[in-house]
């Protein structure tokens, strides 16, 4: 079975410039997880807005990250099946429109083998992926590694000239493709003159003889009738001395018969019909003596009529031998044959016009390439005006970022030009390569910044750690961001900072314990006190009464 996944519609955040993204598509209602670690046996349900997820260092935070990746077709690693146990299970249900309920699920067992569903019904994972994918993205605690490399970099510009990059697109690829036929021909002229030459003489040769289905067969039996005259005319010869030319003959008895019967056919109707059968037999042998005469005295051979029998039998049979094994088999050839001869004799004469269109296309990409640029070129400061104000806020008041455009030495299927982000966070130095001068908490941040204002692709975003590096005033912004984010999407953060945590509309909490002499991970929703001691520990490692009064702090903030 196929199924695609039908992708939520995402646009970018609220910005001058940059559309405000939309809500739309299924969130993430439940998740199931079966022996998946430390994880026995979990069911987590989900509301909209912004779900954060802590816990003691160790205690497991990011096992739910990896369950969700499972859905997503991520590498099943039989390492992450709980000890003991034979499989693990991972299945999450989406609410639908209109009250229905999709699921998803994924099997692992330690075999190394696997079975992922939709719906119930068996699929295959990278078709789990690609419907996943269309609900859920993930940034993984390392994936702002991603911004380094300049296709990624270009894409997030490309998001904004969609209708400019898929002109580009199908011009480049019409150009390729007739520059790939083009060199196709060049490359081959050789071997197609010899291909030529070889299909020219085989239709030509089977064309001189002119075969028709069919027509060996009454040759055959003409070869060997001009091949035994001689016996045929004895025969004949043995036949009319029988019939008619013998002392004693066949006529002559069978008309002194009719004589016989005069007298008595007088006066008997049978006699009389008998006579006048017997005289219709004499009139039948006399016409047979009359084509023996002539078969008998047809005796002498025709040599140019036998040669020429001969002849045609040959040239046949050697059209079977070379093409066959029969004549409609070599009548199919010829038709193949000239089929491909056409087809060679009609390259020869499109390579001179082909390189005149490849020359046209080659310009027709180039101008859309051109358009493109211009595109980009007007999309890319807007676009960096709103992210760089998010990264200001995330605690880089000085931060510095722009796209920029260097042309390419040749057309690539992106476009004329490469695109890289350029980056500071210092005041007074210059711009560079965000790859060279970022940190990875500086790259994290400017993930961040991505995500918000051009929003996520799906309607669910999970953040696994991607505040390291961070805190004070930058962990608040950085929940501001997020929640900012949960107001158009589904949100779910696993995170180490309280700052991030009091602002989550949901708190769950992660824990590890022992059960049976077991080691067991848990996840609960937290209620209002124990959020309030969470975050406490959070700030200071233990609920004391200036930790507890700093984490109400915190939550009036949010509510604030």
Same mark, same amino acid.
């Given at each position: ?11 970018? /955040? ?15 209602? %439940? ?193 060997? %009738? ?103 088999? #070599? ?56 992210? #760089? ?47 060279? #001068? ?6 994290? %941040? ?19 750690? #991607? ?36 602002? /989550? ?37 233990? /609920? ?17």
């Amino acid at each position: 079975m196929t199924r695609k996944a039908r992708a939520a519609t995402a646009s970018p /955040a609220p910005s001058p410039s940059v559309p405000a993204p939309a809500v739309a598509g299924p969130h993430l209602a %439940r998740l199931e997880v079966r022996n998946l670690a430390t994880i026995r046996d979990l069911t987590l349900e989900f509301g909209p807005g912004f779900s954060a997820f802590t816990g003691e260092t160790g205690a497991g935070k990011s096992i739910i990250v990896d369950a969700l990746g499972l859905l997503l077709g991520s590498r099943a690693n039989t390492d992450l099946i709980r000890t003991g146990e034979d499989s693990l299970l991972v299945t999450g249900f989406w609410g639908e429109q209109g009250g229905d309920e999709s699921s998803a699920s994924r099997r692992v067992t330690t075999q190394g083998r696997g079975t992922a569903r939709l719906d119930g019904e068996v699929v295959s994972v990278r078709e789990l992926g690609e419907w996943a994918a269309g609900r859920l993205t993930i940034h993984w605690q390392h994936s702002a590694v991603s911004l380094l490399t300049p296709a990624n970099q270009r894409s997030l510009l490309d998001r904004q000239v969609g209708a400019e990059l898929a002109t580009y697109a199908a011009a480049y690829r019409a150009w390729m493709d007739a520059r790939a036929r083009l060199d196709t021909l060049r490359t081959n002229e050789r071997e197609r003159a010899r291909q030529l030459d070889l299909l020219s003489f085989q239709v030509r040769e089977i064309t001189s003889v002119g075969p028709q289905p069919g027509e060996e067969e009454p040759l055959t039996a003409e070869l060997t %009738r001009l091949s035994n005259l001689e016996t045929i005319a004895m025969g004949a010869a043995g036949a009319l001395e029988l019939l008619s030319d013998g002392e004693t003959s066949a006529a002559g008895m069978i008309a002194d018969a009719v004589k016989a019967l005069n007298a008595g056919a007088k006066y008997d109707e049978t006699s009389a019909q008998l006579q006048r059968d017997l005289r219709e037999a004499l009139d039948s042998v006399q016409a047979v003596v009359g084509e023996l005469r002539g078969v008998a005295e047809d005796s002498a051979p025709d040599g140019e009529e036998l040669a020429r029998v001969e002849a045609r039998l040959s040239a046949l049979g050697k059209l079977r031998a070379k093409y066959g094994p029969t004549l409609e088999d #070599v009548l199919a050839f010829q038709a193949g044959a000239e089929e491909e001869l056409a087809a060679l004799t009609q390259d020869e004469q499109d390579a001179g016009t082909l390189e005149a269109e490849v020359g046209r296309l080659e310009g027709e990409a180039r101008r859309a390439g051109e358009a493109l640029d211009e595109a980009r070129t007007r999309k890319a400061g807007p676009l960096a005006e709103a992210l #760089v104000a998010v990264v200001r806020e995330l605690g880089m008041p000085h931060a510095r970022l722009e796209f920029r455009l260097s042309p390419l030495p040749n057309p690539s299927p992106s476009g004329l030009s490469d695109v890289t982000l350029h980056f500071t966070a210092n005041p007074g130095e210059a711009l560079g390569p965000l790859a060279d #001068v970022a940190s990875g908490g500086e790259l994290s %941040r400017v993930m961040l910044a991505i995500s918000t204002v051009l929003g996520a692709d799906t309607p669910s975003v999970v953040f696994d750690e #991607v505040d390291a590096g961070i805190g004070g005033a930058a962990a608040l912004a950085v929940a501001g961001q997020l929640g900012r984010l949960a107001r158009e999407r589904q949100v779910l953060v696993v995170t180490h900072l309280a700052q991030i945590a009091a602002h /989550a509309d949901h708190h769950y909490k992660v824990e590890k314990g022992i059960e049976d002499g077991r080691t067991v991970s848990r996840v609960r929703l937290l209620s209002p006190q124990e959020r309030l001691e969470e975050i406490a520990r959070m700030l200071s490692g233990h /609920a004391s009464e200036a930790a507890l009064g700093h984490a109400r702090e915190l939550l009036a903030g949010r509510l604030a």
